[in-house]
């Protein structure tokens, strides 16, 4: 992490234009990145059946054979000719205009001439061109996008060893989605936060995965709950194979807003190396960590797991979903490379690659419009309107639901990063509560009961049992995982023994005026289950 903006960093090696160039990050990276030790992590021993299965596209690797003065009659390659796309005329915001968010009101938004962008049908001066954009790519990417990665990445991340690679993707739940196929088999064990994002917790069931919750406190995924998962696996699953994958949310956690703190982070990895796991490390909310805004710099981003792990036992995933625009479906992992090459394996066989349109324009947008310092600039004005909202959401929570009854009943965290408040509602004065009924179930009518009241008081939250983990049965001979004070330094455990019912709070898409009227709503709601009016 050690980009400023004064560094001016430039992209290594001059592309040349070509068609679908075989390409590789370590052709763009700093010799003294090159210099470092390889990856140590036997990728092998991950495999799952599928992604050992799967054999490389042949006509794909027959193309590779394409050389200067060689006629193709080989490849379904339609001719550029018949793409009916003339040009694309391309304005970007230019983030030294964003001041502040009273800058960008829609059409009054002033854009200046370098920021016009113009993407030619032939364009002899540019490595990238319609003819080029627009035809069947590179499986892990489009080299002049990688290229602008590589750099991002070896300067804001520093992976510290050498052989890592980027893919392309398509999002992050496409990621992962393959990730989970290319690691794990069907009855597999992952291990997981005790909450977590919901279209991983289906993608998993779809794949018939075991999903084994991690207890959570104030500073996330617990190091000594898996640590003691871990260690007493044989004992409590004697009928499942130990867990070898590891996915976790580090930052502005999805549902719960928590950010792991660099120390929790150094002792997950600690339990990682012990039980050797490789950790698929979903960070869509990393560049919304508020301590960015102002600064201008990415200096100040938290270590994230790929930087931390020396042995190469992190997948991580980036999209551009919560930073461009989701509807690009586009984003990119970085791992080492006998790992990237299980997801470009799944991708020829698959999604072949992004679409040509949005690696264009996106690349367009980060490496000639913006450069890199532009892009980190973007990234710390975007954390602050974030770190704004997050404020004033949590101002309107203290003002209508930390008072009048409502405080006993009504707790949440602050947040450092992303979009999203975990509310706790503590149901224990839920008027008529049958103390008597499953847990489970008594909670899920309260839950019922309140977002329906919520509806009709006209605002929509989203229930926390979407994300819930389910426990594992675990053999009556097990020992004990314990609670309470779950890694012994004071943190809070997340989910306590009370008639507890979350909400979880979105304050992304809101306007300033519905933020506030949203909040006075879910209070009025509130006090009519609780009774308090
Ligand atoms: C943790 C997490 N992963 C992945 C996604 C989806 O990312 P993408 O749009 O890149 O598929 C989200 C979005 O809500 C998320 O919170």
């Excluded at 509602?425 to 009241?453: F, N, Q, R, W």
Aim: charged share 20%; proline share 6%.
């Amino acid at each position: 992490m050690s980009h400023s903006p004064g560094l001016k960093l430039k992209d290594l090696g001059v592309l040349q234009k070509t068609l679908a160039p075989i390409t590789s990050a370590d052709l763009f990276k700093p010799d003294d990145c090159l210099c470092k030790p390889k990856s140590s992590i036997q990728v092998n021993r991950f495999l799952s059946r599928e992604a050992r299965i799967r054999a490389p596209s042949s006509l794909k690797a027959s193309v590779a054979a394409l050389g200067i003065d060689v006629i193709s009659f080989s490849t379904g390659r339609p001719s550029p000719e018949t793409y009916p796309f003339e040009q694309l005329d391309l304005t970007f915001s230019d983030p030294a205009f964003l001041t502040s968010s009273s800058s960008r009101n829609g059409d009054d938004y002033p854009a200046s001439g370098p920021l016009r962008s113009i993407v030619y049908r032939n364009d002899p001066d540019s490595s990238i061109d319609i003819s080029i954009a627009l035809s069947y790519g590179y499986s892990l990417g489009c080299e002049q996008l990688l290229q602008f990665l590589t750099t991002h990445i070896t300067h804001v991340l520093c992976p510290p060893y050498s052989d890592w690679e980027i893919c392309l993707t398509v999002g992050n739940t496409s990621a992962l989605e393959i990730a989970l196929r290319n690691f794990a088999n069907e009855g597999d064990c992952m291990l997981v936060e005790e909450y977590s994002y919901s279209g991983m917790l289906e993608a998993a069931r779809a794949l018939n995965l075991n999903l084994v919750p991690i207890a959570m406190d104030s500073d996330g995924l617990c190091s000594r709950d898996l640590e003691a998962v871990l260690s007493s696996w044989e004992s409590c699953h004697p009928d499942k194979p130990k867990p070898r994958l590891l996915y976790t949310i580090p930052t502005g956690h999805n549902p719960t807003g928590i950010t792991q703190p660099p120390g929790r982070r150094r002792e997950v990895l600690a339990v990682a190396d012990k039980h050797d796991l490789l950790i698929i490390e979903d960070d869509p909310y990393y560049y919304l960590h508020f301590s960015q805004a102002g600064t201008r710099s990415a200096a100040t981003l938290l270590p994230s797991y790929l930087s931390l792990s020396t042995a190469g036992r992190v997948i991580r995933l980036d999209t551009t979903s919560k930073i461009l625009a989701p509807g690009l479906r586009l984003g990119w992992l970085t791992a080492p490379k006998a790992v990237v090459e299980t997801f470009q394996a799944a991708h020829d066989l698959g999604i072949v690659h992004p679409s040509g349109l949005s690696q264009v324009v996106v690349y367009k947008l980060l490496s000639e419009a913006w450069g890199h310092d532009g892009f980190v600039e973007w990234l710390a004005h975007l954390a602050d309107e974030y770190g704004r909202k997050a404020r004033l959401m949590l101002q309107a929570m203290r003002q209508a639901l930390g008072h009048r009854g409502l405080e006993d009943i009504c707790s949440w965290k602050d947040i450092e990063a992303g979009m999203f408040i975990w509310l706790t509602i503590d149901c224990s004065s839920y008027p008529g509560l049958d103390h008597t009924v499953e847990s489970m179930a008594a909670k899920a009518s309260i839950e019922e009961h309140i977002y329906t009241a919520a509806l009709e008081a006209g605002v929509l939250c989203c229930r926390g049992s979407f994300f819930c983990v389910p426990s594992l049965s675990v053999s009556a001979e097990a020992p004990d995982r314990g609670d309470g004070d779950r890694d012994g330094d004071g943190a809070v455990p997340l989910a306590p023994s009370k008639p507890i019912v979350y909400l979880r709070l979105t304050f992304a898409s809101v306007s300033d005026t519905d933020l506030v009227r949203g909040i006075e709503r879910l209070a009025t709601a509130l006090r009519e289950v609780f009774g308090l009016t």
